[in-house]
């Protein structure tokens, strides 16, 4: 059972224009939800967060939103650059029923950015 | 400056032969570490959460015998594949986080073939 999904497997985008990233779960008990950059052969990197709590977090060109109601978030990336051609990874943190938080990740979206 | 350092960042290795990956946590003391794999194409999927003095907590359906865990300082995990074959062969990475609901981060992988 996918809790986190990420329905579109790729993307491509014009440079300088908008990229919208979509992340739908299922479980409502996910309290804080991230967002990776992965390379291939590399480690994925952090790029945003935001917790359950707001419905919005924006760092530079990154825009990360919440809309709880409809278990779902998105990351813009506004403009988008041909560095930003990578495997979006979101993530979610499970609290603990015992032990440590998990974080789930979604299936991932291939981004290509156009010059 | 990088958070983890994974080693090595490749290996192949016969079947039936075991594998150890190191993990280390640069920045910081980490009494948890998390163990993620990686198959082409698909999403990463947590293995196991190393835990400092304690056994590690593996999810569902990861054989513990078969992927051993030792996190035998605030600073270092590791991961052994024993006895190793062909379908055991993925991208296996590892994180640390500061604390609950902070962001992970990874190790840049290692690549283990089994032939």
């Known amino acids: 059972d996918q809790q986190v999904k990420q329905n579109s497997p790729s993307l491509s985008v014009q440079e300088g224009r908008i990229s919208i990233l979509n992340c739908d779960y299922t479980n409502s008990m996910f309290d804080y939800f991230l967002w990776y950059k992965k390379y291939p052969a590399e480690g994925p990197t952090f790029l945003i967060s935001i917790s359950s709590i707001k419905d919005k977090n924006e760092d530079g060109r990154f825009t990360v939103f919440l809309n709880k109601s409809a278990k779902h978030l998105s990351l813009h990336i506004v403009p988008s650059q041909p560095g930003d051609s990578a495997v979006y990874f979101c993530a979610a943190s499970l609290p603990p029923t015992s032990g440590t938080y998990k974080y789930i990740f979604g299936t991932g979206t291939r981004l290509k950015v156009l010059a | 400056g990088a958070v983890v350092s994974q080693h090595p960042s490749w290996v192949i290795c016969k079947s039936g032969t075991s594998v150890k990956i190191e993990c280390r946590s640069l920045d910081f003391q980490a009494t948890t570490m998390f163990w993620y794999r990686q198959f082409p194409k698909q999403s990463l999927m947590l293995m196991a959460t190393?835990?400092?003095?304690?056994?590690?907590?593996?999810e569902q359906g990861v054989e513990k015998d078969k992927f051993l865990i030792n996190h035998a300082s605030l600073t270092l995990s590791t991961l052994t594949v024993t006895s190793a074959h062909p379908e055991d062969s993925s991208f296996y990475i590892c994180?640390?986080?500061?604390?609950?609901?902070?962001?992970?981060?990874f190790g840049n992988g290692t690549r283990l073939t089994v032939t």
């Open positions: 994180s640390v986080r500061r604390y609950n609901n902070s962001p992970l981060h």
């Open positions: 190393s835990n400092e003095g304690s056994k590690a907590t593996y």
